[in-house]
């Protein structure tokens, strides 16, 4: 059936102030505190928006949040908010219910500078900090994922291929181009057609044999790039002649005043709809790829308990992981990512006695995108 399946990702990063970009009148760019950012969410997450844009099919409009915790860096230029789950907890104190909690990372650099993108994914741990975190303090899991400066390398691709089935980093456009620098955020020669792909190992930006799927995204509005009338047209078109859906996303960011752009591709939407005849669809990130591929909501059940001198984690069918991801807070406080070992098919088991944690639980997502948690009671 041909549909636009539509995919509004925000990077959620909070504020940003101190030496950021200003306009060339010398006006802020962004918004340097959390007021800001809440009055123009908060314009956006209200029923009355969400209703008076709804798509073809009368479905009110949604986002997909790609939540950031700004940690482990050793400056701050920008004065950004390092503390954990600030964005996650402003976001869920909004009427978001409709909406997809997802995750962002800055990978900080080997320098330690909150304002360099990082040369590697190796030069920090602090990936598996964030999710140990918000899984054992909030008992959350995200089930898509975001590059920072949508740049990744092939330590992150092998590294996201054990946890993330949906990947909305593909950044490519006409406007790339061979040998960019990282703050070009380039994905030159990655697929342009509105639909996801299986990496490649090796060079991510090629099809290939990995499991996750790398989905499309463009900015909405950005100096780097926009998601123009064009863009939006071809993807409609696309769905028509290939009679399947297709997955438009593009992302925006909430330090920026989301606001004019968002009622601008609503209306390059109902247009393009209207012009070719094929319907679009407001959805999550784990919606879109559900209707994509025909596939229907489901769940994988996972238990986790104590086993001895150790914890058995046990799950009644193959998640998308090859082992769940573990979380756990230790004796001293630190909140860590342990690695369970298989024991047999849908069992595996922590070798850590779990006298010796505070607390912990483990998370996994579908090959539909269903999400489960379980935390030890």
């Not at 009368?58 to 790609?66: A, C, D, E, L, M």
């Not at 100096?223 to 064009?230: F, S």
């Not at 968002?262 to 939407?269: F, G, R």
């Not at 009644?316 to 090859?322: G, H, L, S, T």
Request: aromatic share 12%.
């Amino acid at each position: 059936m041909s549909e636009v399946l539509v995919v509004h990702c925000v990077d959620t990063e909070g504020p940003l102030g101190g030496d950021a970009r200003r306009r060339p009148d010398g006006s802020p760019e962004f918004f340097d505190n959390w007021a800001d950012i809440l009055a123009s969410l908060g314009e956006l997450t209200a029923d009355e928006f969400r209703r008076s844009q709804a798509d073809s099919k009368g479905g009110p409009y949604r986002f997909s949040w790609f939540l950031l915790d700004f940690t482990g860096f050793r400056t701050n230029p920008k004065k950004k908010v390092t503390a954990y789950h600030d964005t996650y907890d402003r976001l869920r104190s909004l009427p978001t219910e409709l909406d997809g909690f997802y995750w962002h990372y800055h990978a900080p650099p080997a320098s330690g500078i909150g304002d360099e993108w990082a040369e590697s994914w190796l030069d920090s741990n602090e990936h598996n900090t964030i999710l140990a975190r918000r899984l054992v303090e909030r008992g959350d899991f995200p089930e898509a994922f975001r590059a920072g400066g949508t740049i990744e390398d092939e330590p992150a691709s092998v590294w996201l291929e054990q946890l993330f089935l949906l990947d909305f980093s593909n950044r490519a456009s006409e406007r790339s181009y061979p040998g960019a620098p990282l703050s070009e955020f380039n994905w030159h020669g990655a697929p342009t057609a509105w639909e996801p792909y299986h990496p490649a190992y090796g060079n991510l930006r090629r099809p290939g044999s990995m499991r996750r799927l790398v989905y499309r995204s463009l900015d909405l509005r950005s100096r780097v790039n926009e998601l123009t009338e064009a863009h939006v047209e071809a993807c409609f078109r696309e769905a028509r002649e290939m009679g399947r859906p297709r997955v438009l996303s593009f992302f925006s960011h909430d330090c920026r005043d989301m606001r004019p752009e968002t009622y601008d591709v609503c209306a390059l939407l109902a247009a393009a709809a209207e012009r070719t005849g094929v319907p679009w669809r407001s959805c999550t990130a784990v919606e879109a790829h559900q209707r994509y591929h025909g596939l229907e909501a489901e769940q994988v059940a996972l238990e986790v308990e104590p086993d001895g001198d150790g914890i058995r984690i046990t799950t009644d069918r193959a998640p998308f992981q090859p082992a769940p991801f573990f979380g756990a807070e230790l004796e001293d406080g630190r909140i860590v990512r342990l690695y369970p070992k298989p024991a047999r098919k849908g069992e595996w088991r922590i070798g850590v006695d779990p006298g010796r944690l505070r607390r912990y639980g483990a998370a996994v997502t579908s090959p539909a995108g269903g999400r489960t948690v379980r935390l030890a009671t």
